[in-house]
């Protein structure tokens, strides 16, 4: 049985007093969410102080972005892994269509920062997803097999033993519609299923994240599909409440 796992992505939202409260309301809530793993990313700046917040809580830090760089250096505004992993985090996102799209990060590129994130201890959580235009061009399975094939080749199956992959269709992304779970769960028994031709265990045991518009009364449907084993939620973890009901909809899934 895989445990459920349920991300809360803030994006570029928040300040150290909104913060402040919706973190202590997470972590209060949090108790009451048996048998589901939350994680929380915070902008950057904030990880610090969230984490500290958070300490004992059971809840765990997250980054939404690295360095593909293993090395210090003179690299003006980035994060390297090990800098993340020192003020506690546990995950990092990778590959966020919004990374990809508005700030040019290929495949190759992709690969590199979950190479890097797995170097220095960090759970990757790699975000894959057609746009539209592909889906309705019947391209879905292609473009994830693309950004998928593009990480396995650069790190090997194993790096995938201790990482997260999210199935984020980009159209459902911010957007009040999220994909239907007939669609969410052929997406995922193929994500599963090509993992699952190089390993059988680690694609039996990967943690195969839904994200795009999951809200509290879509949560359930979304989280009941076999392969779903949590979410990557953007609007609603700016909600404590919504966040909160979102992961008991994880903990109590079938
Ligand atoms: P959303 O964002 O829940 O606001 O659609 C999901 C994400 O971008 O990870």
């Known amino acids: 049985m895989r445990r459920p796992l349920v991300v809360g992505n803030w994006k570029m939202h928040g300040s150290s007093a909104e913060n402040r409260e919706r973190v202590a309301a997470i972590a209060a809530g949090a108790s009451e969410c048996h048998g589901v793993d939350i994680a929380i990313c915070p902008p950057a700046v904030y990880l610090q102080a969230v984490g500290a917040q958070l300490a004992g809580s059971g809840v765990a830090l997250g980054a939404q972005n690295l360095c593909e760089q293993t090395r210090a250096g003179a690299f003006t505004g980035e994060l390297l892994g090990a800098m993340l992993a020192d003020v506690g985090c546990r995950y990092v996102i990778v590959g966020h269509s919004e990374r990809r799209t508005l700030y040019g990060e290929d495949d190759s590129r992709v690969a590199e920062k979950f190479a890097a994130a797995a170097q220095f ?51 459902s992304i911010g957007t009040g519609r999220n994909a239907a779970p007939e669609q969410v769960q052929s997406a995922h028994a193929f994500i599963r299923g090509r993992l699952a031709r190089l390993d059988a265990t680690i694609a039996n045991q990967i943690a195969l994240l839904y994200g795009g518009s999951v809200k509290p009364n879509n949560a359930a449907a979304l989280f009941d599909c076999a392969d779903v084993d949590g979410g990557l939620i953007g609007g609603a973890s700016l909600h404590a409440g919504d966040f909160l009901a979102i992961a008991r909809a994880a903990a109590t899934a079938s």
């Open 121 to 171: 201890g960090l759970q990757p959580v790699l975000c894959i997803g057609e746009t539209l235009a592909e889906r309705d061009a019947g391209t879905t399975e292609a473009v994830l097999a693309r950004q998928l094939d593009a990480v396995l080749r650069r790190t090997g199956v194993a790096a995938f033993g201790d990482a997260v992959i999210a199935y984020e269709p980009v159209w």
